[in-house]
């Protein structure tokens, strides 16, 4: 006898591709491979090292969903995990920024309230595949930290909501105490 459907302890949370956070950390994932193709040189340890954190943000959370049917700790470790390959790679981006003299924009560039919206906005791949070809690397590089910023911000107000639910709800093993006495009868 299942459980799954009648108030048991098995966790469900939906498709992680539905995730803004998770849909932003793919998009991060296909500008960094074509960004490590098209500007850095091959053999670069860089280039390994941006498309695996890149990789990384995104796998890690569809990992960490799968695992949290069972174990919060293991979903909520690796959704960090997730955040803390998004840092590495807004290093990377900030890094190339500095070492290639071109600014990194912040609220005051005449572009960056346009920059942010549209990122804010636009959730798939397709939405910005067409401008890999025709961005400056300036252009490139600061909407790749704007999207960063973007995931992680999902991702932090995401394991924020996990805790509440936690302290609300219990964990695993609460569930599946209580499934059992509902099965028992008492």
């Not at 591709?17 to 193709?37: A, G, Q, S, V």
């Not at 941006?50 to 569809?62: L, V, Y």
């Not at 995931?151 to 302290?167: C, S, T």
Request: aromatic share 14%; charged share 30%.
């Amino acid at each position: 006898m299942s459980f799954l459907n009648q108030g048991g302890f098995l966790q469900t949370g939906g498709d992680y591709r539905d995730l803004i956070f998770y849909k932003k950390t793919k998009i991060l994932y296909d500008m960094t491979f074509f960004f490590k193709e098209r500007y850095l040189q091959k053999g670069d340890h860089t280039q390994d090292q941006m498309e695996q954190a890149a990789r990384s943000g995104k796998q890690n959370i569809a990992e960490g969903h799968s695992d949290g049917m069972t174990s919060l700790e293991m979903e909520l470790k690796l959704v960090n995990v997730a955040r803390g390959s998004l840092i590495e790679l807004r290093e990377d981006y900030e890094d190339y920024l500095r070492v290639h003299g071109l600014p990194q924009w912040d609220k005051s560039h005449p572009r960056y309230e346009r920059m942010r919206r549209f990122c804010y906005e636009h959730h798939e791949p397709k939405d910005y595949q067409p401008y890999f070809e025709k961005w400056t690397t300036e252009e490139f590089c600061n909407v790749a930290l704007t999207l960063i910023h973007q995931a992680d911000r999902g991702m932090w107000k995401w394991l924020q909501m996990k805790e509440a639910q936690f302290l609300a709800e219990g964990g695993i093993r609460e569930k599946m105490s209580a499934a059992r006495r509902r099965a028992r009868g008492y």
